[in-house]
Nanobody, 123 residues
Framework: QEQLVESGGGLVQAGGSLRLSCAAS????????MAWFRQAPGKEREFVAG????????YYADHVKGRFTISRDHAKNTVYLQMDSLKPEDTASYYC????????????????WGQGTQVTVSS
């Protein structure tokens, strides 16, 4: 059974860093575009960052550009989100998603989703 499992969330002070991991299992996700989304309480889910199946193209939402970095390790079937210079407004549940055979999209049209990991940034 295909599964995406996020980890690495936690509580951090503003200006700090966290690295989220998304471990895929059940199949190889090498040919899948991968992305991170987030959802804060009372708000809609929003796109954060995405990476093409090859890793050669990356995409970022304007509000995280320059602070977050997405990467993937095909050998480990894992995608990462390095988050630096965190702000209180980055507080949310972060979700990993996989899209089969297509490129990154900022909409929620993905085939697989993880259960989420909570990131809380204190001021």
């Amino acid at each position: 059974q295909e599964q995406l499992v996020e980890s690495g969330g936690g509580l951090v002070q503003a200006g700090g860093s966290l690295r989220l991991s998304c471990a895929a299992s059940g199949r190889s996700f090498a040919m899948y575009a991968m992305a991170w989304f987030r959802q804060a309480p009372g708000k809609e889910r929003e796109f954060v960052a995405g990476i093409s199946w090859s890793g050669g193209s990356t995409y970022y939402a304007d509000h995280v550009k320059g602070r977050f970095t997405i990467s993937r390790d095909h050998a480990k079937n894992t995608v990462y989100l390095q988050m630096d210079s965190l702000k209180p407004e980055d507080t949310a549940s972060y979700y990993c998603a996989a899209r089969r055979g297509m490129g990154v999209t900022i909409t929620g049209e993905y085939d697989y989703w993880g259960q989420g990991t909570q990131v809380t940034v204190s001021s």
